[in-house]
């Protein structure tokens, strides 16, 4: 079946401008996860989405960066008036349960000029 | 300090060596280890998914933990080429977000 995608693949946007992300999860699978992955830092964890619980925002590093899930599938992650250190590549993953295997997208490379 | 530590290499071998990658963590409350392989602009890719502490092999990869000492291995054995990528070891509490290691990057020479 069909993986987690996500669009665009590579992004390269003005500092200031604002930037939407989006992810399709694998079909049936109620777990969301959006992660950070920069040069030299690993994978970052920045917000997942589970059911309809509310989201754990816990990892967003400002209040520039947020994200929704619409009706349980689809979810879109915005930066807005991005920085040049928001210039990373973006993960999304999702799995059936939260405490099950989380598949990953490909990411959507950053940059910002 | 990071939760999880990671050497980044590189860590460069012949083909057919057997590879040893470590991390360490901080967090006692970590339940769950994982091993993820990434190649280059890709997604990782789940290799190895322990609970307790002692081996658990699958092929020529195995996935050791040891919770006293904190501390986590992945071995390859008889590597080959198209095991080069770089390799993250994560960790999970309870049912919540991964914790991610820096990953290190692996070269397998021919």
């Known amino acids: 079946g069909a993986g987690v995608s996500q669009s665009p693949s590579n992004k390269v946007t003005e500092k200031g401008k604002d930037v939407e992300l989006r992810c399709d999860p694998i079909s049936g699978h109620t777990a969301l996860y959006w992660y950070r992955q920069s040069l030299g830092q690993g994978l970052e964890f920045l917000i997942y989405?589970?059911?309809?619980?509310?989201?754990?925002k816990s990892g967003l590093p400002s209040d520039r960066f947020s994200a929704e899930r619409t009706g349980g599938s689809v979810s879109t992650l915005t930066i807005q008036r991005t920085q040049q250190e928001d210039s990373a590549v973006y993960l999304c993953?999702?799995?059936?349960?939260?405490?099950?295997?989380?598949?990953f997208g490909p990411g959507t490379r950053l940059t910002v000029l | 300090q990071k939760e999880v530590e990671q050497d980044p290499g590189p860590l460069s071998v012949p083909e057919g060596a057997i590879v040893s990658l470590n991390c360490t963590y901080s967090n006692s409350a970590f339940q769950y280890f994982m091993w993820y392989r990434q190649y280059s602009r890709k997604g990782p890719e789940l290799l190895m998914y322990t609970y307790s502490s002692g081996n658990k092999e699958d092929g020529r990869f195995t996935a050791q933990v040891d919770k006293s000492s904190k501390y986590i291995s992945l071995f390859i054995r008889d590597s080959q080429p198209s095991d080069s990528a770089t390799y993250l070891c994560?960790?999970?509490?309870?049912?919540?977000?991964?914790?991610f290691g820096q990953g290190t990057r692996l070269t397998i020479n021919p």
């Open positions: 989405f589970q059911g309809n619980s509310a989201p754990d």
């Open positions: 993953a999702s799995s059936y349960r939260v405490s099950d295997e989380q598949f």
């Open positions: 994560a960790m999970i509490q309870g049912a919540q977000k991964l914790v």
